[in-house]
């Protein structure tokens, strides 16, 4: 014998799912990645898993490479597939931080306080001297490189 299931009946019982589903705990978490690999915040994985986006945005190893800022600073990105090595060399010194890709950015711990690097244009970084840019790259206002 075949029952036959209205529409809406069949929507009822979608939606009955998906809020019991809803309800469920989390499944365990994974082992822990090796202590030397950087990983992304467990708040930032959350978001990238509810977009259903990978971790490592393909369009950020367009960044690697050099990226130049005002009065001889400049930003450098290498590494690849969401694990990146940024190198900044500000007026006072050259700092490298270990780095990772979420979604259409590159994250990193500086001196404690997460920074992003993010794709902008010169008028985004805030400093005339990039203004008239198309290709930059801005962590903060007022702290942006480009590429002519």
Same mark, same amino acid.
């Given at each position: 014998?075949?029952?036959?299931?209205?529409?809406?009946?069949?929507?009822?019982?979608?939606?009955?799912?998906?809020?019991?589903?809803?309800?469920?705990?989390?499944?365990?978490?994974?082992?822990?990645?090796?202590?030397?690999?950087?990983?992304?915040?467990?708040?930032?994985?959350?978001?990238?898993?509810?977009?259903?986006?990978?971790?490592? &945005?393909?369009?950020?190893? /367009?960044?690697?490479? +050099? =990226?130049?800022?005002?009065?001889?600073?400049? !930003?450098? $990105?290498?590494?690849?597939?969401?694990?990146?090595?940024?190198?900044?060399?500000?007026?006072?010194?050259?700092?490298?931080?270990?780095?990772?890709?979420?979604?259409?950015?590159?994250?990193?711990?500086?001196?404690?306080?997460?920074?992003?690097?993010? &794709?902008?244009?010169?008028? /985004?970084?805030?400093? +005339? =001297?990039?203004?008239?840019?198309?290709?930059? !790259?801005? $962590?903060?206002?007022?702290?942006?490189?480009?590429?002519?």
């Amino acid at each position: 014998m075949r029952v036959s299931v209205p529409a809406s009946g069949l929507m009822l019982l979608c939606a009955l799912t998906l809020t019991a589903c809803k309800d469920q705990p989390p499944a365990p978490a994974a082992a822990p990645p090796a202590a030397s690999a950087p990983v992304a915040s467990p708040q930032a994985e959350a978001q990238v898993e509810a977009q259903g986006k990978p971790v490592a &945005a393909a369009g950020v190893d /367009a960044w690697l490479g +050099k =990226w130049t800022g005002p009065e001889g600073t400049w !930003l450098q $990105i290498e590494g690849s597939g969401g694990n990146y090595v940024v190198t900044i060399r500000n007026l006072d010194s050259t700092i490298r931080y270990p780095a990772t890709s979420v979604l259409d950015e590159i994250r990193f711990d500086r001196a404690g306080a997460m920074a992003t690097i993010r &794709a902008t244009d010169g008028a /985004a970084t805030g400093m +005339k =001297w990039l203004a008239d840019k198309k290709n930059c !790259l801005t $962590i903060k206002t007022g702290e942006g490189y480009c590429r002519d």
